[in-house]
């Protein structure tokens, strides 16, 4: 995972919804979904792909950053209300879900609870700019395999001096100061893997990166914070 999290989650967001346009357009009829939603989206697609094109390149200004974030916003909001509309009446199979990119809706009667562990990880340098992170139970706090489903990392980078207003609200949201908790770190990234490499930009070599993890369960419900912990991008 590189520290350009933020337009690669773009490219991400930007293919997923393709690719719903694609599988709803074949399916439109079984799920009862009208040309003009799958019009909108395709429409939201090419706004967000063309503000990030601009926010990626040398037009960006703090403008086109806000526009970028919006045109998103309206993408994601118009592909929520797709799913809730229109995918679970009449309910859509594993295998309906599985094509859009979605999980399957949980099933299950008993309840998951939230988690209770904590969580934090080892750090080792494979290489210049690259930092793995190997994450483990913090000792002494207690864990539910049903309710630890995976890891919110959380994570910011802290320029030397701190960072400027501008770099604060710019597309890696740089750290104006040293964090005391997690809940300072503006960037985040679910996963499930027990090691997760970060891959740093150049430029932030020297920088320090901390970071903060908390479990979540199979609903995004998020345990305790665990320690922040730091290190300097090689």
Known sequence: ???????????????????WTSVIDSN???WSIQ????????NLIDRAREILDKAMSAER????????KEAFDNMVACMRKIKSRKFFSPPL???????????????????IAVPTGQAIAEITYPGPHLLMLHIKS??????????????RLYFGILPHGGATIEQVAGPKRYLPRAPIS?????????TRRRKELFVFSPEDSGSTVYFCIRYENPKGQAGPWGPVFSAIIP
Not at 7 to 18: D, G, H, V
Not at 61 to 68: D, R, V, Y
Request: glycine share 4%; aromatic share 4%; proline share 8%.
């Open 138 to 151: 913090l000792e002494g706090t207690l864990a539910d395999p049903r309710a630890d489903h995976g890891f």
């Open 61 to 68: 200004t703090l403008t086109i950053t806000a526009q970028c």
């Open 182 to 190: 997690g809940s300072e770190l503006p960037n985040s990234q679910f």
């Open 1 to 19: 995972m590189a520290t350009d999290w933020l337009p690669r989650r773009r490219e991400e967001q930007i293919a997923m919804a393709k690719n």
């Open 28 to 30: 439109k009829t079984a």
């Open 93 to 111: 199979a594993d295998s309906d879900f599985i094509s859009l990119g979605l999980n399957p809706p949980d099933t299950t009667r008993s309840p």
């Open 35 to 42: 040309d003009s939603d799958i019009s909108e989206l395709n």
